[in-house]
């Protein structure tokens, strides 16, 4: 089945404590992206890469790193996690850029709190 | 940045009903898309119209794009329970690198 696979689906932690949130798709997608939902500011894009080893910053890449070492996994990593990186995170991926013409493939999500 | 804004925030119909929602964008865009989202899930891609569609169709969703207005409309009709979700319009500037998403339109289908 064609999907993105994020993991954990739920996490607690604490500031401070460094955590990396996987995702993976199995669909050879060359474009992955990572967003943050929050209540009443929508879906905020934090980074994206368009290619293996091509990464950069979307509207709110403060706090958070990524990687593309291969094409199928962009992990998502909090070096320090903060109260305010409390959010619902989602892998999307799609073929290519989306201004081509492609839509997102969406992971399930995963809901982090920061105490 | 928050690119499409929809309208309204809620809607609430009963079964068979149809459900409109509205969005509203800033900048000219080359897609926009349509997504669903139920409770606390992954969005899930609905239809996408090109910006030189005028209008749309997938099984009972109907999409118009009228892009001198730079504005969007999606249409279910006969609604179901299971469409209660909340639906966002998400759109690609002209030269950007991702999906712009609004807030969304929460629909509740009361059986």
């Known amino acids: 089945e064609a999907q993105v696979t994020q993991n954990p689906r739920y996490l607690i932690t604490v500031t401070g404590k460094k955590l990396t949130v996987t995702c993976s798709q199995n669909?050879?997608?060359?474009?992955m992206s990572w967003y943050r939902q929050d209540p009443g500011l929508g879906l905020r894009q934090i980074y994206y890469?368009?290619?293996?080893?091509?990464?950069d910053k979307g509207d709110v890449p403060e706090g958070y790193k990524v990687s593309r070492k291969e094409k199928r996994n962009f992990p998502l990593i909090l070096e320090s996690p903060s109260p305010n990186q409390t959010s619902l995170y989602f892998c999307?991926?799609?073929?290519?850029?989306?201004?081509f013409g492609y839509g997102y493939t969406f992971g399930s999500g995963t809901r982090l709190t920061v105490v | 940045s928050q690119q499409g804004e929809e309208d309204p925030q809620a809607l609430s119909i009963q079964e068979g009903e149809n459900a409109t929602m509205n969005c509203s964008y800033k900048?000219?865009?080359?897609?926009l898309q349509w997504y669903r989202q139920n409770s606390g899930r992954g969005l899930v891609h609905l239809i996408l119209?090109?910006?030189?569609?005028r209008e749309k169709h997938s099984g009972r969703l109907r999409v118009t794009l009228d892009t001198s207005k730079k504005s969007s409309s999606l249409l279910i009709t006969a609604s179901r329970a299971a469409d209660t979700a909340s639906y966002f319009c998400?759109?690609?500037?002209?030269?950007?690198?991702?999906?712009?998403f609004g807030a969304g339109t929460t629909v509740t289908v009361r059986a």
């Open positions: 999307a991926s799609s073929p290519r850029l989306p201004r």
């Open positions: 669909m050879n997608h060359e474009y």
């Open positions: 890469s368009m290619n293996v080893e091509v990464t």
């Open positions: 900048t000219s865009i080359n897609n």
């Open positions: 119209i090109r910006s030189n569609e």
């Open positions: 998400a759109t690609d500037e002209s030269n950007d690198y991702k999906l712009s």
